[in-house]
């Protein structure tokens, strides 16, 4: 099994959203059409700006905790934000 670490953006109201899921695709449609609740919810259109693969689930939740970061939010602003 994959893990899939992501990150969406709204331009709509310039915010980030960084997460963690086995199934990219299903996620995708839960944010963007069938939540209902939840910060997602508020922002939409979300579009994925990032995405990483990985084998196991505790490295996909070091590299989603790495994102989270101050510099991984600052990393992810300059390299894919910053050029839209």
């Not at 099994?1 to 915010?15: E, I, P, Q, T």
């Not at 997460?19 to 299903?26: H, P």
């Not at 963007?32 to 919810?41: H, I, P, Q």
């Amino acid at each position: 099994m994959n893990f899939w670490v992501y990150v969406l953006y709204s331009n709509k109201a310039d915010r980030l959203y960084i997460g963690m899921t086995s199934n990219l695709e299903a996620r995708m449609l839960s944010h963007n059409v069938l939540g209902k609740k939840g910060f997602t919810v508020r922002y939409r259109p979300w579009d994925l700006i990032y995405s990483e693969t990985f084998d196991s689930k505790v490295a996909a939740l070091e590299r989603e905790r790495q994102l989270k970061s101050g510099a991984g939010r600052a990393w992810i602003r300059s390299n894919y934000i910053d050029n839209l």
